[in-house]
């Protein structure tokens, strides 16, 4: 997420909790591709801990597509349906807007 805002001349915090705290908040119901999506306490970790960006419903069937990259330096991964993911869905902390 640094590197894709980077190119668009947004520098973001490293850390995801200092995003999700600095960053505007966005109403689920008004989210667009780009927003940020953060989740909370995966691995027993505290607080916010991870962030993907919302690629959009790519298929027209109402899935919001997120594209994260699961740990740093792995590929980035896309999870087809991130709201009705069990895992995602659990650990889901809210939308932001750079």
């Known amino acids: 997420m640094l590197w894709c ?3 668009l001349g947004v ?3 490293h850390k995801a909790s200092i995003q999700y705290t600095a960053l505007h908040p966005v109403d689920r119901s008004q989210i667009q ?3 940020l999506l953060y989740f909370q306490n995966i691995g027993g970790e505290c ?3 991870h962030v ?5 419903d ?3 069937d109402g899935k ?4 994260h990259a699961p740990q740093p330096g792995q590929t980035i991964c896309v999870v087809p349906d991130v709201f009705g993911s069990r895992f995602w869905s659990k650990y889901f902390a ?5």
């Open 11 to 13: 520098n973001l915090a």
């Open 94 to 98: 809210g939308v932001r807007r750079p």
């Open 33 to 35: 591709p780009g927003d």
């Open 47 to 49: 607080g916010v801990c």
């Open 52 to 56: 993907g960006m919302y690629a959009g």
């Open 58 to 60: 790519l298929h027209g």
């Open 64 to 67: 919001g597509v997120m594209v």
């Open 5 to 7: 805002y980077k190119q």
